[in-house]
């Protein structure tokens, strides 16, 4: 994945609403939702919530399908793994980020 690719989904879920947005997305599964049940459930106005939507779909983390007089949208989970794991892989110089030791609690 390259790195424009990264900035741009970035980009996408830094903002509160389209985050919400796409958490409810991924939540939803592979079934998605219709922007009329996402507008209900997040107290979206239909053309904000379709603005957002928008730049999800530009940014290649949602896809819309249309099914019959509906749109659905579903999250693109492979594309979110996909930057997750170029995160992972270039940071700390490809090592661990975090020793074993720092990740156990001693409660």
């Known amino acids: 994945m390259e790195s ?7 980009a996408a879920l830094a903002q509160t609403s389209r985050l919400e947005i796409f958490r409810s ?11 009329g ?3 209900e459930s997040l107290g979206v106005a239909p053309n ?4 957002h ?4 779909v ?4 949602v896809t819309q399908e249309r099914i019959g007089r509906n749109l659905i949208y579903r999250a693109q989970f492979d594309r979110m793994n996909a930057v997750l794991a170029y995160l992972t892989t270039n940071c700390c110089q490809g090592e661990a980020c975090l020793t074993e030791a720092a990740t156990q609690c001693n409660c």
Do not use: R
């Open 4 to 10: 424009i690719t990264v900035v741009k989904a970035l």
């Open 25 to 35: 997305l991924v939540v939803a599964g592979p079934a998605g939702l219709t922007p």
């Open 37 to 39: 049940s996402m507008a």
């Open 48 to 51: 904000t919530l379709s603005f």
């Open 53 to 56: 939507l928008k730049e999800l």
């Open 58 to 61: 530009h940014a290649d983390l």
